[in-house]
């Protein structure tokens, strides 16, 4: 069963989230985190933001982001099925 709330308050502009530009042209509220990580002896950042999937509809590999002014790339996006949209990201 499809959830049926409304989860737009989770990305409100607050001590969560930031505005992400998407595509050169639609600012988002999303959740950005880019946490360390450390694999097979290498480590370095993983960034991603989470997000209302209702505002990323058409959302594709490769596509532009920019955040706290720093430009990426969608590298993967993952849909939870509950209206919230993981989108791992590629610095550029």
């Known amino acids: 069963m499809a959830m049926t709330e409304d989860i737009s308050d989770l ?9 992400a530009l998407w595509k050169g042209t639609t600012s988002v509220n999303v959740i950005y985190d880019h946490e360390y990580t450390e694999q097979f002896g290498a480590a370095g950042s993983n960034p991603f933001i989470t997000a209302n999937a209702s505002d990323f509809i058409g ?6 982001l ?15 099925g509950t209206g919230i ?8």
């Open 66 to 80: 920019v955040i706290e002014a720093t430009n990426y790339k969608v590298k993967t996006f993952e849909p939870d």
């Open 11 to 19: 990305f409100d502009d607050n001590e969560f989230s930031v505005v």
């Open 85 to 92: 949209l993981r989108i791992e990201l590629l610095k550029v």
């Open 59 to 64: 959302v594709e590999k490769g596509q532009a």
